[in-house]
């Protein structure tokens, strides 16, 4: 009797973990562009939201949702493989809102990323692959329009373990 018990626990607790990641799975492969050739490479949860790094047929892209909100955010897509070392890839979403960027290092001396606006600026997560990729993203809750008649103050920079800047995008003033 003890056995059979133990059996039907444990086999409804199995088939309770496997709805679960699957319906998440599920709901994220339906809001992509691609699904057939999407490939996961990353996943992240954290209190209030998800992030998921993924490649699919165009390149590389984010996707990432509040956990209260029914939809998924998605990045443009991005090289997987960039000439230079490095790439940015961005979605700017007023209605969730969300600003989410992310992208790809392979040169193997960036060790940090900052993205940075008018006011502020966040270093990203960097997180490696299963597959050994190297990949990044943060987020903001909104993005800082330009003061009247000035540049966008938005700037993507990449740095090494030193401090110098290896890469670098944005409107920067020549001198």
């Not at 000035?150 to 890469?167: I, R």
Request: charged share 25%; hydrophobic share 35%.
């Amino acid at each position: 009797m003890k056995k059979i018990l133990l059996f039907s626990v444990m086999s409804l607790l199995i088939t309770a973990c496997s709805n679960t990641s699957s319906n998440i799975t599920e709901g994220f492969l339906e809001s992509v562009p691609h699904p057939e050739s999407t490939k996961i490479l990353y996943e992240q949860q954290k209190d209030d939201y998800k992030v998921v790094l993924y490649q699919d047929e165009t390149g590389f892209r984010v996707g990432y949702k509040r956990l209260d909100s029914k939809y998924w955010t998605h990045t443009g897509n991005g090289e997987i493989n960039p000439d230079d070392g490095f790439n940015w890839v961005m979605n700017n979403n007023p209605s969730i809102p969300i600003t989410l960027f992310g992208g790809i290092i392979t040169n193997e001396q960036i060790t940090t990323v900052l993205v940075k606006q008018k006011t502020m600026e966040k270093e990203a997560t960097i997180i490696e692959t299963d597959e050994g990729l190297r990949c990044w993203f943060v987020t903001f809750d909104s993005i800082e329009e330009p003061d009247y008649g000035e540049p966008d103050p938005l700037k993507v920079e990449a740095f090494d373990s030193n401090g110098n800047v290896l890469w670098k995008d944005g409107v920067y003033e020549t001198s």
